[in-house]
C-alpha cells in the first residue's frame, strides 16, 4: 500500500499536512481499509477550542462493527472540524487524504511536526503491522 | 428509502411489508366489550392533557394479523426448524410442556401486588427453584430477581462490591480473561470497577502465574468462566479461587456455560462466591428471539447478606417475600423477577430430576467432542483436545481461499444449518464457536459435519459460491453499513421516507 | 428421556469416533478432586402428567383473579384482556425458539417484528426513536437515568416522589456502583396536595449538577401530571426530562410524553402484552429524540437496509454502542431485550389498531370514572380529589387503617386494592385502585358495595 508522500504519519495512523502554523489531520487509507476498520457509520470529534495533549484521545471512529479512538498526533488546540463527516462518514473510506479529513489543529510547538513519521517510515510500518 | 419490492411471493417466499403498509382507516382487530357504565363527560381532562393526535397504529383485521406475522414467523429460523450450533448460547430443545404450565389461569392471571396469602403456590415455587438451583450450582443461596445473564452478573458484582464496602474497603479492580463474554467488562463499569485483562495462556487456559503478577490487594474480584469460552475447562480454577481470596478478592464465575458441568462440578464448592445462571440456556426456557430470559445468581455464604431483595423465606406461616435485608444492594427491578421464565425452568427441572440433569452435561459434552473429532480433519482447531460443551475452530486453512468465517457462515445456512457463533472468543482469528448442545441427534450432526466439510471443500475450489452466500433464502446479505449510517429505525408511510 | 435422543449404541459409537473410553472418560479435564460426587440433591424426575398434576397442585394454591375474586390492584402491572391471537401466533416456534438476531438472513420475521414495534413505541411516545425493548418499566428507568448522565455530562437525577417506589429503589440500585458514599446522586421531590410534582421544590431542587428529572405519568397515585412546567424548569437548568409511563394505554388518550418536553421516554407495556403473570416477564420501554440521545441510547435496535439486490430488509444496528463491541466503554450491560413480549405487544396493538386502542382507553376510563363517581356517593373521599386519573385512583378508607380494610374485603372475594402504607407510610388510609374493560357494572358495584361495608366508620 501506499501513502502520499507530501503527508506526515502518526504510529495510531493519523496522517497530517502541516502549513503555516495549522496541521490539518485525518486518518490513513490503511485505517479504513476493509481488514481494518471497515465501512465508516460515525465519526465523533471533539469542538473547536478544545485543547489535547500528544496521544491523548480526541474522537471516536465507529465501523459496523467496531470502535476505535483517535489520537492527538501532537500537542495543541483544534481550530477547525469537518462538519460534513456528520451526515456523510463515508467520505472516510471514498476520500481519506481529501474530504475525509477530520480537523484541524494549531500545534503548541511546531517542531513537533519534524517527530511525526514520513512516508517511507509509515509504509514500513504499515508492513509490519498488515 | 428501500424500494416497495417489486415481486410478490412466490410460493412458501413470502414478500410482506411492515404491517402498517396494508392499513386502511376504519379497520380492525379489535374485540371490546360494550360499555355498561356512563360515559365520561368530554370534559373530564384539562384540554392540555388531551391528546392532540391519536397514535398511527396499523388499521387491519385479525385475519389480516394472524397472516402477517404467520408469515414473519416463516422468516426466521429457529431451534424447532433446525440445529443451531450457536456456541456459548446453548440452543436446546425447548419443552412444550412449559408453554401449558406458564398459560395455566392459577399462575398467568397472579397480580404481582395481590396479598402474599394469594400467592403461596407461586412463592412455593420459587422458594423450590431456588432451593434446586443452589444445589446445582453449590451455593447457599440464589436471587431469582435478575432478568437475564447480564442482569445476573451485575447483581453478582453489586454484592461483591458491597461486601467490600462493608468491609471498609474500597477495591476497584476486577479480573477478566481475554476470552470473557462482552459483558463482564461492561458490568464492571457500572460498577466503577476497572476490568483488567488477563491473557489466556497457549492451553487455552489461565494460569495462576496470570493471576498471581496481577493480583494486589486493589483487586476486588477475577470472573471467570468456566468452561471458558474456548469450551476448555480451567483446571486451576481452585489454586486461582484460593489466591484470590488469600488477597482480600471474592470469585465470580459466569456460568453461561453451566450445561457443561451439571452433575459434575459445582462452582460454590471450589470457592466460587458467585455466579448466574442462564435459565433460557442451561435449563431450556425459550429464547424468544432476543429474550426473556432469566439470571438467577447464587452466591456463597459470605455474599447472602448483600442479595437483591426481595427474597422468599419460608417459614410455619407459609412463604413470605422478604424486603427487609439491611445490607440487601437493592432491587434491581420491579415485581419478583422474570416469573413465566422461572416457572418454565422449575417446570424444566422438575421433568429432569438430578440424573436427568446429570445426563444433559453428558450427553451435551459427548455431541460437542464428537463434532471436534470429525471436523479435526478439514478445519483447523486451535485447540484440538477434549472439549466440553463446545468447540472452537477457526479460519486458518482457509486463508488462502479468500473465503472468511462469515462467508462460511453464510453458506452454511444454504445447507440448512443455522451458522455457529462467529468471530467469538476474540482471542481466536476468525473463530467459529459450535455448541451442539445435548438434544441433536447423531444423525443430524453428521449432517451438520457433512455441510461444514462441503463447504470447506467448496472455499477451495469455488470460493465466490462462500462470497455469495446465503443463496436460498428471501434475502442477501444485508448493507449494515447503510443500516448503520442513515439510521431508519421506524416505518414512515409511504411518501414520507427520507430518500 | 424425552429430549435425550441418544441410543447406548449410539453413544457407544460417538466414543469411539472420540476416541474415549466412556462418557467418565470425557471429563478427565475436571481434576479428580474437584469432581462432584454421587447424584444431585433434587426432587425425583416426572413424567408429564405427573408434573401437570404437580403443578395444578401448585397453582390450586394461588387465588387468582375470577369472577367470585374480583382483584383491583394496578401499581404498575395494568391487567388487560389479551386475544387469543396474540398467544397462538407468539407461540409460535419460529418466534419463540428462535436466539437473537445475529445472522439476519434467517431472522427477518424476529427483526421486522422489532421495527413494527419500535415504531408503535414511538407513536405512543412521540420520540423521534425507540429500542427494541428492555426488561421492564424499572431497569428502563434506571437506564433512562444513567443516559442522561451521559449525555449532561452530570451526576444527579432528581425522582419525583410519585415515581414508582419499586422504580426509584431499582435507581438507586443502578447508581450506587457510580457514587461514591458522600455523594449521593439521586434526590427525591415532593408532591403537592393535588398529587403531582411540586414545581417550586423541583425548581429549588435544581441546580447546573442535575442531569435529568424523572416524572411518571399517570403517576403511581394514578393521578395525570402535564409535563410542560416540569419540562421547561429541567431545561432552563440545563437538565433532561424523563417521562415514565407504565400504562401506555393511557397514551390513547393523553398527550405524548415528547409532545409535552420530555426528553426522554421509557416505561413498561407489561399489560398490554401479556397476562400479568406474578408482574413479569413483560417489556420494558425506551423512546428518544436527536441524533445525540440516539447513540446514548441503550440496547438494541433493529433497522432498514438492503440486500444485494436493492431488496428491503432489517438488520441489528448502531450496535458499536453495545457491550459486545464496546465492552467496558458500552453505554450498557443489557445484552438481551424482552424480544419475544415486544412482539407479542406489537401484535396486540396491531389488533386493536388506532380506532380500538382508542376505545379501550375510554373503556378503561369510564369503568373507573364510575367506580371514583359510586364510592363518592357513598361518602368516600378521594386522596387527590382535584386531580385527573385514568384507569387507577386512590381513595381514602373511613377506619384509617388500609390494610385492615383489605384484609376483610378480601374474605368477601373482593381484593379491593393496594393499601398505599406499603410504600407511603404517610398514606395509612389510601388504598389504590385500579380498573380495566374487563370489569363489568357488577363487579364494580360489588366493589363499592364491600368497601362500603368493610370499609369500617371512624
Not at chain 2, 412444550?96 to 396479598?115: N, S, T
Not at chain 2, 396469602?117 to 444445589?135: D, H, V
Not at chain 3, 435507581?171 to 421531590?189: F, H, I, N
Not at chain 3, 406474578?278 to 445525540?292: D, E, I, Q, R, Y
Amino acid at each position: 500500500m501506499e501513502f502520499p508522500k507530501d503527508l506526515r504519519y502518526s504510529k495510531t495512523h493519523e496522517w497530517i499536512r502541516y502549513t503555516e502554523g495549522k496541521a490539518r489531520i485525518g486518518i490513513s487509507a490503511f485505517a479504513v481499509s476493509a481488514e481494518q476498520l471497515g465501512d465508516i457509520t460515525l465519526v465523533e470529534l471533539p469542538e473547536v477550542g478544545q485543547s489535547f495533549a500528544a496521544n491523548e484521545p480526541f474522537g471516536n471512529i465507529e465501523s459496523v462493527k467496531s470502535v476505535s479512538e483517535i489520537y492527538a498526533p501532537f500537542a495543541g488546540k483544534v481550530v477547525a472540524i469537518n462538519a460534513e463527516l456528520d451526515d456523510s462518514p463515508e467520505l472516510l473510506n471514498e476520500s481519506p487524504y481529501e474530504g475525509g479529513w477530520l480537523l484541524e489543529m494549531e500545534p503548541d510547538d511546531a517542531a513537533d511536526m519534524e517527530n511525526l513519521l514520513d512516508a517511507a517510515a509509515y509504509t514500513a510500518l504499515v508492513a509490519s503491522e498488515a | 428509502m428501500s424500494k416497495a419490492p417489486t415481486k410478490v411471493t412466490q410460493g412458501l417466499l413470502h414478500c410482506e411489508r411492515p404491517i402498517f403498509a396494508a392499513s386502511v382507516p376504519g379497520r380492525s382487530g379489535a374485540s371490546l366489550p360494550t360499555l355498561d357504565v356512563p360515559e365520561p363527560a368530554a370534559d373530564a381532562w384539562p384540554a392540555a392533557l388531551r391528546r392532540a393526535s391519536t397514535p398511527h397504529l396499523p388499521e387491519v383485521s385479525e385475519p389480516q394479523v394472524v397472516r402477517h406475522y404467520t408469515r414473519l414467523s416463516q422468516w426466521n429460523f429457529s431451534i424447532d426448524t433446525g440445529m443451531y450450533p450457536l456456541g456459548s448460547c446453548t440452543m436446546k430443545h425447548n419443552p412444550r410442556v412449559a408453554d401449558v404450565a406458564v398459560g395455566m389461569g392459577e399462575f398467568a392471571r397472579l397480580h404481582p401486588y395481590q396479598p402474599e396469602s394469594q400467592l403461596q403456590g407461586a412463592l412455593q415455587l420459587l422458594w423450590e427453584l431456588e432451593q434446586m438451583l443452589a444445589a446445582v450450582g453449590g451455593f447457599s443461596r440464589v436471587s431469582l430477581q435478575p432478568a437475564a445473564g447480564a442482569h445476573g452478573e451485575l447483581a453478582g458484582l453489586m454484592m461483591i462490591r458491597a461486601y467490600h464496602t462493608d468491609r471498609g474497603q474500597t477495591r476497584r479492580r476486577v479480573l477478566i480473561p481475554d476470552s470473557a463474554h462482552g459483558t463482564n467488562p461492561a458490568s464492571c463499569t457500572l460498577n466503577g470497577f476497572e476490568a483488567v485483562q488477563l491473557e489466556t495462556s497457549a492451553d487455552g487456559t489461565l494460569s495462576p502465574d496470570t493471576v498471581r503478577a496481577a493480583l494486589d490487594d486493589e483487586v476486588a474480584a477475577i470472573m471467570i468462566t468456566n468452561p471458558n469460552t474456548l469450551g476448555i475447562f480451567e483446571k486451576h480454577v481452585a489454586e486461582i479461587a484460593e489466591m484470590v481470596r488469600g488477597a482480600g478478592g471474592l470469585i465470580y464465575m459466569d456460568g453461561a456455560n453451566l450445561n457443561a458441568i451439571m452433575g459434575r462440578f459445582r462452582p460454590g464448592d471450589v470457592g466460587v462466591d458467585a455466579m448466574h445462571y442462564n435459565l433460557h440456556k442451561t435449563f431450556g426456557t425459550p429464547h424468544g428471539g432476543g429474550g426473556p430470559g432469566a439470571g438467577p445468581v447464587g452466591v456463597s455464604e459470605r455474599l447472602v447478606p448483600f442479595l437483591p431483595v426481595p427474597t422468599v423465606n419460608r417459614s410455619k406461616e407459609g412463604f413470605t417475600l422478604d424486603y427487609g435485608r439491611p445490607k440487601s444492594v437493592g432491587r434491581l427491578r420491579s415485581f419478583f423477577g422474570n416469573f413465566g421464565v422461572l416457572l418454565r425452568a422449575y417446570v424444566y427441572m422438575r421433568e429432569l430430576g438430578a440424573p436427568g440433569l446429570a445426563r444433559v452435561t453428558d450427553l451435551a459434552v459427548l455431541n460437542a467432542n464428537y463434532v471436534r473429532a470429525r471436523i479435526r480433519d478439514f478445519v483447523h482447531v486451535p485447540h484440538p483436545d477434549m472439549c466440553m460443551h463446545e468447540v472452537v475452530a477457526n479460519d486458518q486453512n482457509l486463508r488462502s481461499t479468500g473465503a472468511t468465517t462469515m462467508d462460511v457462515a453464510k453458506r452454511l445456512i444454504d445447507h440448512g444449518f443455522h451458522p455457529p457463533t462467529v468471530y467469538f472468543p476474540l482471542v481466536v482469528h476468525g473463530a467459529m464457536m459450535i455448541e451442539p448442545t445435548e438434544t441433536e441427534t447423531p444423525d443430524e450432526l453428521d449432517a451438520f459435519i457433512e455441510a461444514l466439510r462441503s463447504v470447506v471443500e467448496e472455499a477451495h475450489k469455488q470460493p465466490e459460491q462462500l462470497k455469495s452466500a446465503p443463496h436460498v433464502t428471501g434475502i442477501g446479505r444485508l448493507d449494515e453499513a447503510r443500516a448503520a449510517r442513515k439510521p431508519h429505525l421506524r416505518y414512515q408511510p409511504a411518501g414520507e421516507d427520507e430518500s | 428421556m424425552r429430549y435425550l435422543p441418544h441410543t447406548e449404541s449410539d453413544i457407544a459409537r460417538m466414543l469411539r469416533v472420540i476416541g474415549a473410553e466412556s462418557i467418565d472418560s470425557l471429563f478427565e479435564a475436571i481434576p479428580e478432586p474437584l469432581r462432584h460426587q454421587g447424584a444431585l440433591d433434587l426432587p425425583p424426575a416426572l413424567s408429564e402428567g405427573e408434573l401437570l398434576r404437580l403443578m395444578g397442585e401448585l397453582g390450586a394454591k394461588n387465588r387468582p383473579p375470577s369472577s367470585s375474586h374480583l382483584v383491583f390492584t394496578g401499581g404498575g402491572v395494568y391487567p388487560h384482556h389479551i386475544p387469543a391471537a396474540v398467544d397462538a401466533l407468539s407461540l409460535r416456534g419460529e418466534f419463540s425458539t428462535a436466539y437473537t438476531p445475529y445472522q439476519p438472513e434467517l431472522s427477518q420475521g424476529t427483526l421486522m417484528g422489532i421495527f413494527e414495534f419500535q415504531t408503535m413505541v414511538c407513536e405512543l411516545f412521540g420520540t423521534e426513536f425507540a429500542n427494541a425493548s428492555m426488561y421492564d418499566g424499572a431497569s428502563a428507568t434506571a437506564e433512562a437515568v444513567l443516559m442522561a448522565r451521559r449525555l449532561t455530562r452530570r451526576r444527579h437525577a432528581i425522582l419525583a416522589h410519585t415515581l414508582h417506589p419499586e422504580y426509584r429503589q431499582t435507581c438507586e440500585t443502578y447508581v450506587a456502583g457510580l457514587d461514591t458514599a458522600d455523594d449521593e446522586s439521586l434526590q427525591g421531590c415532593p408532591a403537592t396536595p393535588s398529587g403531582q410534582i411540586d414545581l417550586e421544590a423541583l425548581e429549588a431542587a435544581l441546580s447546573d449538577e442535575v442531569a435529568c428529572v424523572v416524572v411518571q405519568t399517570p403517576n403511581f397515585f394514578g393521578v395525570l401530571e402535564d409535563l410542560r412546567p416540569a419540562a421547561q424548569l429541567a431545561h432552563d437548568a440545563g437538565a433532561l426530562l424523563v417521562a415514565v409511563v407504565n400504562e401506555p394505554l393511557a397514551l390513547a388518550l393523553l398527550e405524548a410524553p415528547a409532545a409535552m418536553g420530555a426528553d426522554i421516554v421509557v416505561g413498561d407495556g407489561t399489560g398490554l402484552c401479556t397476562q400479568p403473570t406474578l408482574g413479569a416477564p413483560g417489556v420494558g420501554l425506551f423512546g428518544t429524540s436527536g441524533k445525540k440521545a440516539l447513540r446514548a441510547m441503550p440496547g438494541r435496535l433493529a433497522g432498514e437496509t438492503v440486500d444485494g439486490q436493492g431488496r428491503p430488509g432489517y438488520v441489528l444496528t448502531l450496535s458499536t454502542r453495545e457491550q459486545h463491541i464496546r465492552r467496558d466503554k458500552a453505554t450498557s450491560n443489557i445484552c438481551t431485550n424482552h424480544g419475544l413480549y415486544a412482539l407479542r405487544f406489537a401484535i396486540h396493538l396491531a389488533l386493536l389498531g388506532r380506532e380500538g386502542f382508542v376505545q379501550l382507553a375510554q373503556l378503561n376510563l369510564a369503568k373507573a370514572t364510575y367506580a371514583r363517581e359510586e364510592l363518592k356517593a357513598k361518602g368516600f373521599s378521594l386522596l387527590f380529589p382535584d386531580a385527573s386519573h385514568f384507569n387507577e385512583f386512590a381513595v381514602r378508607v373511613p377506619s384509617g387503617d388500609a390494610c385492615e380494610v383489605l384484609a376483610r374485603t378480601e374474605k368477601a372475594g373482593v381484593t379491593c386494592g393496594i393499601p398505599l402504607a406499603r410504600f407511603y407510610p404517610e398514606h395509612q388510609d389510601g388504598l389504590l385502585i385500579a380498573l380495566n374493560e374487563m370489569h363489568r357494572r357488577e363487579d364494580i358495584d360489588r366493589l363499592v358495595h364491600t368497601l362500603a361495608t368493610e370499609g369500617g366508620q371512624p
